[in-house]
């Protein structure tokens, strides 16, 4: 990676996004997220029509997480598979995993509710380092 780009920044944006989708799916970890996080069926029955915004705006999150993921790329020279799997965890151990912690720590949130969401910010973390990088080639 020696510059950001458009395309892989949106292809990296996209797996997320895909990734949020699969994970958060019923039969993945969305029921057991729902009884977490204290949603009935009937509120999330409500929300589907918001749906096409949200999606619109995760992209968006997603992408300008990866564009700044894309700068400590190339600032620490990432240039193997090996390194965006390291890009992607040291970014998630030092801005995700620690931030989110404090829904546990000051809002009494669930361990578990944190385990899926943080576990989930991993996995798409590793994924879009991984995607910009293959991208980027």
């Known amino acids: 990676m020696i510059e950001v780009t458009f ?7 996209i797996t997320s996004v895909v990734i949020g989708f699969v994970w958060y799916h019923p039969k993945v970890f969305g029921s057991m997220w729902m009884q977490l996080a204290n949603l009935t069926p009937e509120s999330v029955e409500k ?11 995760g992209l968006l999150a997603s992408m300008l997480t990866a564009y ?6 190339i600032a620490w020279v ?6 965006a799997i390291e890009l992607g965890f040291w970014c998630w151990a030092g801005f995700v ?3 989110m912690l404090g829904t546990v720590l000051w ?8 385990l899926i969401n943080a576990s989930y910010s ?16």
Do not use: C, H
Not at 47 to 57: S, Y
Not at 78 to 83: A, E, H, M
């Open 7 to 13: 395309l892989p920044v949106l292809f990296a944006g």
């Open 47 to 57: 929300g589907k029509r918001l749906m096409p915004i949200m999606a619109f705006f």
């Open 68 to 73: 700044v993921m894309n700068y400590f790329a």
């Open 78 to 83: 990432v240039y193997d598979v090996i390194g």
């Open 97 to 99: 995993a620690t931030t």
């Open 107 to 114: 809002e009494q949130k669930s361990f578990k509710l944190y």
């Open 122 to 137: 991993l996995v798409s973390f590793i994924a879009m380092a991984i995607v910009l990088l293959l991208a980027s080639v």
